[in-house]
């Protein structure tokens, strides 16, 4: 029997991609940043779990997206 190493095609590739930033925009607009500073985030490398805790110890969003980005 042969081994077949499947590639995905870049397509698939940037759309999982899109959908990933899909995902972590609406995580983001759930912890209640706006809609710019969510897509902002998402697109960065800030880390969601971070956000989370940060939401959730009471911190204001505006020092929450600094302290992010």
Do not use: T, Y
């Amino acid at each position: 029997m042969a081994n077949v190493l499947i590639d995905r095609s870049p397509e698939v590739q940037l759309s999982e991609e899109h959908a990933v930033k899909l995902w972590r925009c609406e995580q983001f607009r759930g912890l209640g940043f706006d809609l710019v500073d969510s897509q902002l985030l998402a697109e960065s490398s800030a880390d969601l779990g971070q956000a989370r805790q940060l939401h959730g110890a009471g911190c204001p969003l505006d020092i929450a997206f600094r302290i992010l980005v």
